[in-house]
C-alpha cells in the first residue's frame, strides 16, 4: 500500500496535496532544490524508462514535459513514488484543446517507432487481451464486456504508435513558456486518434472506442464515472 504522503527518505517537504489526480496522490514539496511535484504511481521501473522516447518526441513538438528525476540510487521509482519538476501556469480548458491539435499532431509524427509498454497493450488487442494498464476485463459484468469489444473491433485493423494515453485538458498546463503535458501515466502504443479525443473533430467510430475504453478503464477505479459513462454508450 502506498503511503498518502511521500517518504521521508525522499527528503521532502511535503506543502501542498494538489487535485486533479483521481487515481494518484500528487503533493506539491519544497526540495533543497526548489519546488518540486511528488506522485504516486503504479508503474513499474520499466514502465517509466519506457517513456524517454515519448518525452524527447513531445519536447520536439514544443511541449514542455517535467520528467520524473533520477534519485542518488538511479532510479526513477521510489517506495511507489516519483518526483519532477514544477510547471508553473495553469490548467488548460476544454476551449484551448482544438488550438493544440496540430502541436499534439507533431508529437505523433515526432515519435519514434517503439515496442509495446510493458504491461500495456493498444486497443484492439483488447478483443483478446483481459488486461492492459489498470484495466481489467475480467471486472467487467457480463452483460458490458461484448458491447465494449464491439465498439473496439471495427478499429481492429487500424495503425498504431506511441500515444501519451490520457491527453485532455487537465493534462495540459498553459505556461508563459509553452503548453506543459503532464501524467503519462496512459501512455502505450495505440490508436492515435485516442489522443485527439479532446482537440479535434474525429470519426464516430474513434469517440465510441473511446468512450468504451473509458468505462473499461475506470470500471475498478472510478466506478461512479464508469457508470455515469456507461449509461452514455
Given at each position: 500500500m502506498i503511503c498518502p504522503t511521500p517518504p521521508a527518505a525522499l527528503g521532502l517537504q511535503p506543502r501542498?496535496?494538489?487535485?486533479?489526480?483521481?487515481?494518484?496522490?500528487?503533493?506539491?514539496c519544497d526540495s533543497p532544490q526548489g519546488p518540486v511535484v511528488a506522485k504516486s504511481t503504479r508503474r513499474t521501473e520499466a514502465q517509466l524508462r519506457w517513456l524517454a522516447p515519448?518525452?524527447?518526441?513531445?519536447?520536439?513538438?514544443g511541449f514542455i514535459v517535467p520528467e520524473p528525476q533520477q534519485g542518488s540510487n538511479g532510479r526513477l521509482l521510489y517506495d511507489g513514488w516519483t518526483v519532477e519538476p514544477v510547471v508553473e501556469g495553469t490548467t488548460a480548458l476544454v476551449t484551448d484543446m482544438p488550438a493544440l491539435a496540430p502541436r499534439i499532431r507533431a508529437?505523433?509524427?515526432?515519435c519514434p517507432v517503439l515496442s509495446q509498454?510493458?504491461?500495456?497493450?493498444?486497443?484492439?488487442?483488447?478483443?483478446?487481451?483481459?488486461n492492459s494498464?489498470?484495466?481489467d476485463l475480467t471486472a467487467l459484468p457480463d452483460d458490458v464486456l461484448p458491447g465494449l469489444r464491439q465498439a473496439w473491433a471495427g478499429l481492429?485493423?487500424?495503425?498504431?504508435?506511441?500515444?501519451?494515453?490520457d491527453l485532455g485538458p487537465g493534462n495540459l498546463i498553459?505556461?508563459?513558456q509553452g503548453p506543459g503535458l503532464i501524467d503519462w501515466d496512459e501512455s502505450r502504443v495505440d490508436l492515435p486518434g485516442l489522443d485527439l479525443i479532446h482537440s479535434a473533430a474525429l470519426p464516430a467510430e474513434i469517440t465510441r472506442a473511446h468512450l468504451a475504453l473509458e468505462i473499461a478503464s475506470c470500471w475498478q477505479a472510478e466506478p461512479d464515472h464508469?457508470?455515469?459513462?456507461?449509461?452514455r454508450f
Open positions: 501542498q496535496r494538489l487535485t486533479g489526480g483521481h487515481r494518484n496522490t500528487v503533493w506539491l515519448l518525452y524527447a518526441a513531445a519536447r520536439m513538438a508529437f505523433h509524427a515526432a509498454r510493458p504491461g500495456f497493450w493498444a486497443l484492439p488487442d483488447l478483443l483478446q487481451q483481459l494498464g489498470d484495466i481492429a485493423d487500424a495503425p498504431v504508435q506511441a500515444i501519451h494515453g498553459l505556461s508563459d464508469a457508470r455515469q459513462l456507461l449509461a
